[in-house]
Nanobody, 122 residues
Framework: QVQLVESGGGLVQAGGSLRLACAAS????????MGWFRQAPGKEREFVSV???????RYGDSVKGRFTIDRDNAENTVYLQMTRLKPEDTAVYYC????????????????WGQGAQVTVSS
């Protein structure tokens, strides 16, 4: 079993930056693919980014060039650095993990955090 706890959400003005962190416990994060999804009110949960154990990454089209995923296996933590934020980035951001190779669909992830609110004001 893996427990995921997000931190770092908050309110920021458009054009600003935030960094989310997700601490994993219960299993060594280095063996997992870890990623981020987000869900805005009234919308489906959307893929943001994922990183494999070997640091291979993938990003959703809406965040490419603005968001960066990184991980510190020694700390069992994955990060999402968000820059040039836009009001449409406002959502609850969820950390997710799965065994095996990366995936971009919510149904392929086994473990989820409780979510962190990110609000971008215009």
């Amino acid at each position: 079993q893996v427990q995921l706890v997000e931190s770092g959400g908050g309110l920021v003005q458009a054009g600003g930056s935030l960094r989310l962190a997700c601490a994993a416990s219960g299993r060594t994060a280095s063996s997992l693919s870890m990623g981020w999804f987000r869900q805005a009110p009234g919308k489906e949960r959307e893929f943001v980014s994922v990183m494999a154990w070997n640091r291979f990454t993938r990003y959703g089209d809406s965040v490419k060039g603005r968001f960066t995923i990184d991980r510190d296996n020694a700390e069992n933590t994955v990060y999402l650095q968000m820059t040039r934020l836009k009001p449409e980035d406002t959502a609850v951001y969820y950390c997710a993990a799965r065994t095996g190779w990366i995936a971009t669909n919510t149904r392929d992830f086994d473990y989820w955090g409780q979510g962190a609110q990110v609000t971008v004001s215009s």
